[in-house]
């Protein structure tokens, strides 16, 4: 597939974004899941295309359609993410707005857990790798600018500047998203940009134009 390539002052840049959930089997019929439309990731991609970029757009199953004019890799899980991910690199920019699942099953297999077995089950749980820290952290082929979000219920600051300093991701875009702000499953976002210098309140405002100026940003800052 090739990618559309538009002009703008990222044309000629290639920047990956991971989006959507991860889902995690526990049989043929079943998994875990992190809650997760893949719209904002979808916003950012589709704003990165329209300033210019050559976008791999590597995707969990989202509730919304990939954008035009990617070059698309659709996932399942956290590892296929993983793997997807580093066969797009390098790449001058990586955004992470995965909501990639923690944890996945051990011993998820291909028969179907039948209920009439008796007992109930009980899952075990593995770690799964941190992608975004992978990255971040990779002695060679890094991207020049790595970004993630955190999406966070209390001391939503502080948190993601302890998780920014843990990654070592250069920004991350906290937002809040304790089920009050109504933020998970809508339209908007209202986000804090941390990064070196400090924080940043961005106001309120649609997830379209987060990624806008998400993307306005990282265009100054590559070029
Ligand atoms: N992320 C990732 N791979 C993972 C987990 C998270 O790439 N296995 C990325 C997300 O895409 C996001 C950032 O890391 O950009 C933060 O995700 P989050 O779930 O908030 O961070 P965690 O380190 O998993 O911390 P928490 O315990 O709060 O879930
Ligand atoms: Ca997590």
């Given at each position: 597939?090739?990618?559309?390539?538009?002009?703008?002052?990222?044309?000629?840049?290639?920047?990956?974004?991971?989006?959507?959930?991860?889902?995690?089997?526990?049989?043929?019929?079943?998994?875990?899941?992190?809650?997760?439309?893949?719209?904002?990731?979808?916003?950012?991609?589709?704003?990165?295309?329209?300033?210019?970029?050559?976008v791999?757009?590597?995707?969990?199953?989202?509730?919304?359609?990939?954008?035009?004019?990617?070059?698309?890799?659709?996932v399942?899980?956290?590892?296929?993410?993983?793997?997807?991910?580093?066969?797009?690199?390098?790449?001058?920019?990586?955004?992470?707005?995965?909501?990639?699942?923690?944890?996945?099953?051990?011993?998820?297999?291909?028969?179907?857990?039948?209920?009439q077995?008796?007992?109930?089950?009980?899952?075990?749980?593995?770690?799964?790798?941190?992608?975004?820290a992978?990255?971040?952290?990779?002695?060679?082929?890094?991207?020049?600018?790595?970004?993630?979000?955190?999406?966070?219920?209390?001391?939503?600051?502080a948190n993601?500047?302890?998780?920014?300093?843990?990654?070592?991701?250069?920004?991350?875009?906290?937002?809040?998203?304790?089920p009050?702000?109504?933020?998970?499953?809508?339209?908007?976002?209202?986000?804090?940009?941390?990064?070196?210098?400090?924080?940043?309140d961005?106001?309120?405002?649609s997830?379209?134009?987060?990624?806008?100026?998400?993307?306005?940003?990282?265009?100054?800052?590559?070029?």
């Amino acid at each position: 597939i090739k990618a559309r390539i538009g002009q703008g002052p990222l044309t000629g840049r290639r920047i990956l974004v991971t989006s959507g959930p991860t889902h995690e089997p526990i049989d043929p019929v079943r998994y875990i899941a992190n809650r997760s439309s893949g719209a904002q990731g979808t916003e950012v991609a589709r704003a990165l295309v329209r300033l210019g970029a050559e976008v791999i757009f590597v995707t969990g199953p989202a509730d919304v359609p990939p954008p035009d004019g990617v070059i698309l890799k659709r996932v399942e899980t956290a590892q296929q993410m993983l793997k997807a991910v580093e066969a797009a690199l390098p790449v001058d920019a990586a955004v992470f707005a995965a909501a990639v699942a923690d944890w996945r099953v051990m011993g998820a297999t291909d028969s179907k857990i039948k209920k009439q077995s008796g007992a109930l089950p009980v899952l075990e749980f593995a770690e799964n790798p941190d992608i975004l820290a992978r990255i971040s952290q990779r002695r060679s082929g890094r991207p020049g600018l790595v970004v993630g979000f955190a999406a966070e219920t209390d001391d939503v600051i502080a948190n993601a500047t302890a998780k920014r300093g843990r990654k070592g991701c250069d920004w991350i875009l906290a937002n809040d998203v304790s089920p009050a702000t109504g933020i998970m499953g809508g339209s908007e976002n209202a986000v804090t940009l941390i990064h070196d210098a400090g924080a940043e309140d961005w106001p309120r405002m649609s997830k379209q134009d987060v990624a806008r100026r998400l993307a306005d940003r990282i265009a100054r800052t590559l070029t």
